[in-house]
């Protein structure tokens, strides 16, 4: 039977009246039974009532469940598309940075490679500079050192008796080449 069908309360029990036939049935013990079905109903229908509420509170605690594991599977899902992209970004950032350093490593070798070369081409023209200076100098004391052997070779002035006024004063032989010049 279902619930559509069949609708008899405890009350409905208690209420039903009987005919009385002949030699019918013991009427106190069919009260006492009416009585029992009553009270039988009335503890069913409890039962039925709390059975249902607690099925209502369980599909509402279902119903809760569901939700909150679909919004577990919703941030879970959520997390890991948020990792990957996390990652992906990580990943892209340190491709750039490698790529900057790499520039920058490039660009300095290149720089010192060029400050290395023009240090090498001053080292070289220093280098050229020190060798005209060193012949220049060498030159200049070669003729000094020529100067010096031909003052030494000619003679003193004034022993030779040339005074030619000039009050015994010696001129330096240097200086007489200079003015026979």
């Known amino acids: 039977m279902t619930d559509e069908i069949f609708r008899l309360t405890p009350r409905d029990v208690r209420a039903k009246e009987l005919p009385v036939a002949m030699r019918g049935y013991d009427r106190q013990r069919v009260e006492e039974f009416r009585a029992e079905v009553a009270d039988e109903l009335e503890r069913l229908t409890r039962l039925n009532q709390e059975l249902s509420d607690r099925a209502k509170s369980f599909q509402e605690q279902l ?3 569901r939700e ?3 919004a577990l ?3 879970l899902i959520s997390a890991q598309q948020l990792r990957a992209e996390v990652r992906e970004q990580a990943d892209r950032e340190a ?3 490698l790529r900057e350093a790499r520039s920058e490593a490039e ?14 081409d001053e080292i070289a ?3 050229r500079v020190r060798r005209v200076y060193l012949a220049q100098l060498r030159t200049m004391c070669e003729r000094q050192l020529a100067e010096i052997e031909a003052a030494e ?5 004034g022993s030779s008796g040339d005074e030619s006024g000039r009050a015994g004063k010696a ?3 240097w200086l007489d080449t200079l003015i026979k010049e």
Do not use: G, Y
């Not at 660009?107 to 090498?120: F, P």
């Not at 070779?153 to 002035?157: F, I, N, R, T």
């Open 171 to 173: 001129t330096p032989a």
């Open 107 to 120: 660009r300095l070798v290149e720089t010192q490679r060029s400050e290395l070369h023009r240090l090498a």
């Open 73 to 75: 599977n919703d941030a």
């Open 125 to 127: 023209a220093l280098e």
């Open 68 to 70: 909150r594991d679909k």
């Open 63 to 65: 119903r809760t469940f």
């Open 153 to 157: 070779a000619s003679p003193a002035p």
């Open 95 to 97: 491709q750039l940075i």
